[in-house]
C-alpha cells in the first residue's frame, strides 16, 4: 500500500482516528472475501480498489482538481451523473457503510436515524474519510425525512445543492423531475463554468448506459444455475459502481464478464450444487456493508441478487441515446430515473412487480427482505412486499439490523433456520 | 443406537437422549457454553450414553450450539423446535416458544417450517425479562406468577425491558402491592408475546414451548392475549432438545 498519509493530512483528515479505520479494514476485508473459495481472477482488480480505498481513488480525484476540475458527492440513485460528467466533472457515491462513522453522526443526530444517514454525517463532520472532505459539492435529495434535515446540518459545512424528487409517479411528477434535472444542469455548468452541450452530454449518457450494461451483464450471469460469482463479490462490484472511474471501471467489469462467461461455458460454480439462491431486497448496503451477504453465504445459502440501491436498482433501464437536443435528453434522463422504484414513492407497486421478476429471472429459492434499522419507509413498505410474496409462494424472511455486529449470531441463527426450511 | 439432543439456551441447557437409554435433564448454561456442553458430556457418560461413541449420534441446537464440539449435527433451534412440537401437537401446529433470550412463533404445516418469526434484539417479551423483574420483586418465576394471578394488572411498558424496570421501580416507590405489579409484568410480556405471534397467520393446534410452557397461568393470559387457546405443554422446554434428539436420528438414517 502506497502511503497516503500526507495526502489525508492535506485533506484536513483526522488521522488519528482515521488510523484506527485503516487498521480494522483489511481484516475485515480478508475475512469475508479472501477467505472465499474459486474467486475469479477478475476480482483482483476490486480487491486493489477496496486495499486502497482512502487512496487510489481520491488521489485520482485530487489530480482532477489540480487541472481545475470538480467533484460532486452524491448519496442516491435518482441523481444523474450524466449531468455531472457532461460538464467535465466527477460524480462520487458518499453513502457511508460502517459502524466506525456513525458516533460521529449520532453527535447531531437523533439516535433514531437509519445508520446510513448517520455514517455519512458522521464521516463529514469527524473528518475520517477523504471523499467527504474531498467532493467540492454535495447533491442531497428528498427521498426521507431523515435525509432532508441531515442536508441542513451537512450544509453549515459544505456547499450542499438539494434536488426535490418527487413522491408520485404521474406526468406531472415525471415533468417535475426534469425540471429539476434541468435546476441541476444550470448548478453544475455555474459551479464547474463549463457548458454542458447536447454533444456532451450524449457522451455521458453514453459513459453511464455502458456502466449499467456492464452491471446488468454480470448480474445476468449470476442467474445461471452454475453459480460463477459470489454475493459477497457481486456486492462490493456494485459498490466500488458508485465511486470508480466509470470508464474503467466498466472495462474491467467487461473483463471480469468474459472470464465469468467461460466459467459459465465450464460450468464452473462458486457453490455446490443445490445451495439455496437468495435474493436480498430493501435497503441499500454501502460499502464496507457486506455483513448479512456474509452471514447467508456462510449459512449453506448463496446471495444471487439484489433488488436494492446496491444492486438492480442503480443499473436497470438505460437512457435513451437516441436524443440529439439537450431538453429532450433531459426528458429522457428524467423518464428513466423516475422508473427507479423506491420507498419513497407512494404507491410503490412497481417495486414489488420488481422483486416478482427478479425472483423468477434469478430462479431463487427465498427472499430476504433487509432493513436498515429506523428506516420507516423500508420497514412500512415491507408489510405489503412480505404478503405479495407470500401469495406468490416464495418464502421470505424479514430482517431489521445496522451496521453493528452485536446481532451477527441472532441473525446468523434466522438465516440458517431459514435456509434449514428451504432445505426441507 | 442413542440419539441426544443438546439444546444450549441463553439460561437453561437441555439435553434428551433416546434410544437403548431415555433421559431427560436440564441444567443451568452459566457463563461458559463450552464448560456447560462439558458437564452434559459426563453426564450422559454416567447415565450410560457415550457421546463419542460410533452409534451415539449428536445434534446441538439452541444459542450456544456451535460449542457443542462432539455434535454430529448443529441444527438451530427453529428447526429442533418445529420438529420436537410437531412430535407434541401434530403435523399441523403452531409453537409459540418463549425462551431466554428470544421469542419465536414457528408455523408447522405438513410437518415441514413453513413460516417462523423472531424477536430483535430487545429483550422485551421473554423469559429474561421476567427473571429481570423477579429478582427486582425479590421472588422466584413460579412466586411471580402465583402472585399475579391474585393481583390486579398495573400498566407497564412492553416496549423495553429497562424502561420497564423503572416503571416497576416506580411502582415499588409509589408503595403499590406487589401481586398487581406481578400481574402487569405478566401481562406485559404475554401482550408483547402475542403482538409478534400476531404478524403471522396460527393454525392448527397452538402450544407453549420454552421455559414458561408449564405455566399454566400464563397460557391462561396469553390465550386472552393471542385470541385463541395456547396450550401449555407437559416437558414443552424440552421441544428444542426433543426435536434435535429426533432429528439426530432420522438424519443418520
Known sequence: ?424 | MDYVGIDIGSTASKVVARGKKEIEFVLPTGWSSKETTQIIKERLLEDGVDVLAEDTKVVATGYGRVAVDFADYVITEITCHARGGREMAGENCSIIDVGGQDTKVILVEDGMVQDFLMNDKCSAGTGKFLEIMANRLGVTLQELFDMADAGTVLPISSLCTVFAESEVINYIGEGRKREDIAAGVVDSVAAKVAQLSQKKVLSGRVILTGGLSGSRYFTKILSDKVGREVESTEGGRYAGALGASLLAEEKSR
Open chain 1, 1 to 424: 500500500m502506497a502511503d497516503y498519509r500526507k495526502m489525508w493530512e492535506e485533506l484536513g483528515m483526522d488521522l488519528e482516528t482515521h488510523d484506527q479505520l485503516c487498521a480494522v479494514l483489511p481484516q475485515a476485508f480478508g475475512d469475508v472475501f479472501l477467505s472465499q473459495k474459486n474467486r475469479p481472477e477478475g476480482m483482483d482488480y476490486y480487491n486493489m480498489v477496496v486495499a486502497d480505498i482512502h487512496g487510489i481513488r481520491p488521489a485520482e480525484l485530487i489530480e482532477h482538481q489540480k487541472k481545475g476540475g470538480k467533484v460532486f458527492g452524491t448519496f442516491c440513485v435518482y441523481v444523474p451523473d450524466e449531468i455531472v460528467f457532461a460538464a467535465d466533472a466527477i460524480a462520487t457515491g458518499l453513502c457511508g457503510g460502517s459502524q466506525f462513522w456513525v458516533p460521529g453522526g449520532e453527535k447531531v443526530l437523533p439516535t433514531n436515524t437509519c445508520p446510513l444517514i448517520k455514517a455519512s454525517v458522521g464521516a463529514r463532520l469527524d473528518r475520517t474519510c477523504p471523499f467527504f472532505r474531498i467532493a467540492d459539492m454535495y447533491v442531497g435529495e428528498t427521498t426521507c425525512d431523515g435525509k432532508k434535515k441531515a442536508w441542513e446540518i451537512l450544509g453549515e459545512d459544505v456547499a450542499v445543492h438539494i434536488m426535490n424528487l418527487p413522491q408520485m409517479k404521474r406526468a406531472k411528477d415525471i415533468k417535475a423531475w426534469a425540471e429539476e434535472i434541468e435546476a441541476f444542469k444550470k448548478v453544475v455548468e455555474e459551479f464547474t463554468g463549463n457548458e454542458i452541450t447536447a454533444e456532451k452530454l450524449a457522451e455521458s449518457i453514453k459513459l453511464i448506459n455502458e456502466k449499467r450494461k456492464a452491471l446488468k451483464r454480470l448480474y445476468d450471469l449470476r442467474k445461471n444455475e452454475n453459480l460463477p460469482i459470489s454475493g459477497c463479490d457481486a456486492l462490493v462490484i456494485s459498490q466500488i459502481a458508485f465511486y470508480d472511474d466509470p470508464g474503467r471501471f466498466t472495462k474491467m467489469t467487461n473483463a471480469l464478464c468474459d472470464e465469468l462467461d467461460q466459467r459459465v461455458k465450464d460450468q464452473v460454480s462458486v457453490v455446490p450444487a443445490g445451495t439455496k439462491r437468495i435474493l436480498l431486497t430493501g435497503t441499500p448496503l454501502a460499502i464496507p456493508n457486506w455483513k448479512l451477504h456474509n452471514i447467508v453465504e456462510t449459512s449453506g445459502g448463496a446471495v444471487v441478487c439484489e433488488e436494492m440501491c446496491t444492486g438492480t436498482r442503480y443499473f436497470e433501464n438505460l437512457v435513451d441515446e437516441t436524443k440529439t437536443e439537450v431538453p429532450d435528453q433531459i426528458q429522457a434522463l428524467a423518464e428513466r430515473y423516475m422508473n427507479i422504484n423506491c420507498a419513497c414513492f407512494t404507491p410503490n407497486t412497481g417495486r414489488i412487480d420488481d422483486i416478482l421478476r427478479l425472483a423468477k429471472e434469478y430462479k431463487v429459492d427465498g427472499i430476504i427482505d433487509v432493513n436498515l434499522k429506523f428506516c420507516n419507509l423500508y420497514d412500512t413498505e415491507g408489510y405489503l412486499v412480505e404478503r405479495a410474496l407470500k401469495e406468490a409462494g416464495i418464502p421470505v424472511l424479514g430482517i431489521e439490523t445496522d451496521y453493528t455486529d452485536s446481532d451477527a449470531q441472532q441473525l446468523r441463527t434466522r438465516v440458517s433456520a431459514f435456509i434449514e426450511m428451504l432445505n426441507n
